[in-house]
């Protein structure tokens, strides 16, 4: 029997997604561990080494990568592998269609995993049917949402909260199927959006787990290219990375508590979120209805993630390590640390420039070391 895997908010969820499936996976022995998580009555094992885990994520990227801005459908996609469920798989040769982008199709070939697109354009309803046959074709065992950051604990109140619809729409559909279902939370804080005290205190008397070096190096290949910073921040943080971090929006710490990963029972989470309490209770049947739930309740339009920027225009990845460094360290403004995808922004690059951008600062870690 082995469990689903659901990136909670997509983009560069699947990453930190990845880690944690391989530590739960490997970890199925520990009292209050995958076998004892979510209560009595759990589903134990998470499908160990037998084979790849089964992820599903949502196809909802930053704008740099996706000028939609908006959740991907498979009407968005050509080459998905459709499976007998009624759902559709990533593989290297799926293409987004123009004008969208999409990152899924490199993480299908980078990550060991199976990556399973959620398309949340039917509806709520829609979303619970598809979850539940991933579920099914998974063998059955356990949900485990992934929440990189912690945004999925939202009250919908906190002052630097900017995406908690896609996270409430993953609880309340999951509810939905009826199936056990664990949240676990990775890195707190690292998200920017709640800050990391306030999660610990939403979090007391969950036992966290931290995963191994090993887990991290399954996604290695992925954080080599991908400008995911919440997941860049969480596999830092468990190669011993500590102090601020200047990223894309704000300045994160790492701390000691970031490396972790706790769990939580399904129902508890729902509890702080009153946006999936909605959902689970209004039952919204399209993409759009659903997202106007979120802004009623929290004042944050669900389907507008980021502000859409200009994109620079394409230029050579300046080869001076010295001068690079210089610059981004008088960017970091004291910060230990900066993320690829500021330190692209920072150069005038793109995304798609962070491996030479790796190459020419001679760095393969998560982060930029600066100090």
């Not at 354009?121 to 046959?133: D, F, T, V």
Request: aromatic share 2%; hydrophobic share 40%; proline share 10%.
């Amino acid at each position: 029997m082995s469990d689903l895997y659901v990136a909670a908010g997509g983009g560069g969820d699947p990453v930190g997604t990845l880690i944690a499936a391989r530590a739960l996976a490997a970890d199925t022995g520990r009292p209050g561990g995958p076998g004892g998580a979510g209560g009595p009555g759990e589903a134990g094992g998470s499908g160990g080494p037998a084979g790849p885990p089964l992820i599903a994520t949502y196809a909802w990227e930053r704008p740099e990568v996706d000028p939609t801005s908006r959740p991907l459908g498979t009407r968005h996609f050509d080459g998905l592998v459709h499976e007998r469920g009624g759902f559709a798989a990533f593989t290297p040769a799926t293409r987004a269609r123009p004008p969208a982008g999409s990152t899924m199709p490199g993480l299908a070939g980078d990550l060991p995993a199976r990556l399973l697109l959620l398309d949340p354009s039917g509806g709520l309803p829609s979303l619970a049917r598809q979850i539940a046959s991933m579920a099914e074709a998974a063998g059955g065992g356990r949900i485990r949402i992934v929440d990189i950051g912690g945004d999925v604990l939202t009250h919908g109140d906190e002052p630097g909260l900017c995406s908690p619809f896609g996270d409430a729409l993953t609880l309340a559909a999951c509810h939905l199927t009826g199936i056990a279902t664990t949240v676990h939370i990775a890195g707190p804080g690292l998200d920017g959006e709640i800050g990391e005290h306030v999660l610990l205190e939403r979090l007391a008397g969950s036992l966290p787990l931290v995963p191994d070096r090993d887990a991290v190096a399954a996604a290695a290949r992925a954080l080599a290219w991908h400008p995911s910073e919440a997941s860049a921040l969480w596999a830092a943080a468990l190669h011993g990375a500590r102090g601020t971090v200047r990223t894309v929006n704000s300045l994160i710490p790492l701390t000691d508590a970031s490396p972790r990963l706790y769990p939580l029972p399904l129902q508890e989470a729902i509890g702080h979120n009153p946006v999936a309490r909605a959902l689970v209770a209004e039952r919204p049947a399209t993409l759009e209805a659903a997202a106007e739930v979120s802004h009623r309740l929290t004042g944050i339009p669900g389907l507008e993630s980021e502000r859409t920027r200009t994109p620079p225009r394409p230029r050579p990845v300046p080869l001076d390590r010295d001068e690079n460094m210089k610059a981004l360290r008088e960017a970091a403004d004291g910060a230990a640390h900066m993320t690829l995808r500021q330190a692209a922004r920072v150069l005038g690059l793109t995304w798609r420039d962070i491996p030479a951008l790796r190459a020419a600062l001679g760095t393969s870690e998560p982060l930029l070391h600066l100090i």
